[in-house]
């Protein structure tokens, strides 16, 4: 599967973003998938995980209360909703399939910047 994200950009602290990640082919719905983030001189680390249909989701607790994540697997698309954005959130943003047939699959990742 190829995964392709968008949606990053420059927002202020207390903004929002919405990124998106897309998949090619068939089997993204078979997939549980998450996001991780990497901020520079630091390790990756998960942000978020959704079940392969959606019903069960896990936070990081940095981000726990301020991001959603979701997916349409009509659509072949998962969101990562971030509300009251942090400049400590700044990073790079990566969706991956972590379970199932595509695990280990990476997109390119989408910067995320939040100025103070």
């Known amino acids: 599967v190829q995964l392709v994200e968008s949606g990053g950009g420059l927002v202020q602290a207390g903004g929002s973003l919405r990124l998106s990640c897309a998949a090619s082919?068939?089997?993204?719905?078979?997939?549980?998938m998450g996001w991780y983030r990497q901020a520079p001189g630091k390790q990756r680390e998960l942000v978020a995980t959704?079940?392969?249909?959606?019903?069960?989701?896990n936070y990081a607790d940095s981000v726990k209360g301020r991001f959603t994540i979701s997916r349409d697997n009509a659509k072949n698309t998962m969101y990562l909703q971030m509300n009251s954005l942090k400049p400590e959130d700044t990073a790079v943003y990566y969706c991956?399939?972590?379970?199932?047939?595509?695990?280990?699959?990476w997109g390119q990742g989408t910067q995320v910047t939040v100025s103070s």
């Open positions: 959704i079940t392969s249909g959606g019903g069960n989701t």
């Open positions: 991956t399939a972590v379970g199932g047939p595509d695990f280990g699959s």
């Open positions: 082919g068939s089997t993204f719905r078979l997939n549980i």
